[in-house]
């Protein structure tokens, strides 16, 4: 599987950014063997739902849904808290987010498979929690910054999938993977140098970036318990005749 840590520290030296001492000693800690997302068991699960036309359909779905909710959550802190240098930054952010959004559900008609879309009054009640949000602008920044190394490195656990699986309807989708996983990088290196600003000039937020990096862990490995109970529920209707999906499977996309 892949050294999350590694590559990231190779991505921060391409780049040039001189990590500070205590970036470096949390990052080693957290992204070290026990990273849900760089286990077989990701791989595996990745494996199986790529497995099933449907259950790609669903992931491109849910990871089309949760790019916009990224996005409009970046949204709402960046213009109540980022000073104007990172506000451009987050901006940014909220565009290709929205961006990656399109791009997912537009690889739908690969699987055979079109969107069904929900209730609008769920969908309405879904919005109105989405934007019922807000935190502390350092915080968010962490967290952003831990979910997306997360995003790229599943972004290439789905094309290794594809590749190693040969996924021959997918293999169109691979370019399109790869321009989203460009730009998550973007987003894992933008939130990573203003993490380090922001630990250089008071390492209080030490403790923040330790907690987001195991919340976000804990997490995906409560995704991947809900991703095996989902296709518990799920698989024996897997082979079903019903050419359209909706976005049910919450539990299914890990992407954002
Ligand atoms: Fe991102
Ligand atoms: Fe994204």
Redesign the pocket.
């Known amino acids: 599987m892949f050294n999350v840590l590694a590559d990231l520290i190779d991505l921060y030296e391409m780049k040039g950014v001189h990590l500070c001492e205590a970036y470096s000693d949390i990052a080693s800690e957290a992204l070290d063997v026990s990273l849900p997302y760089s286990t077989p068991a990701m791989y595996g699960m990745v494996a199986t739902l790529f497995s099933s036309e449907k259950m790609i359909a669903y992931n491109l779905i849910q990871n089309s849904i949760d790019e916009a909710k990224?996005a409009a959550r970046i949204k709402i802190i960046a213009e109540r808290y980022a000073p104007p240098a990172l506000e451009v930054k987050m901006n940014k952010?909220v565009a290709?987010?929205m961006k990656?959004s399109h791009q997912f559900l537009n690889l739908l008609p690969l699987t055979g498979y079109t969107y069904e879309r929900e209730d609008k009054q769920d969908n309405k009640k879904e919005l109105n929690n989405i934007l019922d949000f807000d935190d502390d602008l350092q915080k968010f920044i962490c967290r952003v910054h831990s979910i997306?190394i997360r995003?790229w490195t599943v972004l290439r656990i789905y094309m290794k999938v594809i590749e190693e699986l040969k996924i021959s309807r997918m293999e169109k989708a691979i370019a399109v993977l790869q321009d989203i996983m460009n730009?998550?990088i973007t987003?894992v290196l933008y939130t990573g140098e203003q993490i380090i600003k922001w630990l250089n000039e008071d390492d209080k937020i030490a403790t923040v970036l330790k907690d987001c990096f195991a919340h976000t862990s804990r997490e995906t490995w409560h995704d991947l318990a809900n991703m095996s109970n989902y296709l518990a529920d799920n698989l024996l209707s897997l082979n079903t005749a019903k050419d359209r999906v909706a976005g049910g499977g919450a539990a299914i996309a890990l992407v954002?």
């Open positions: 990224g952010h290709e987010e990656h997306e995003s730009e998550e987003h954002g």
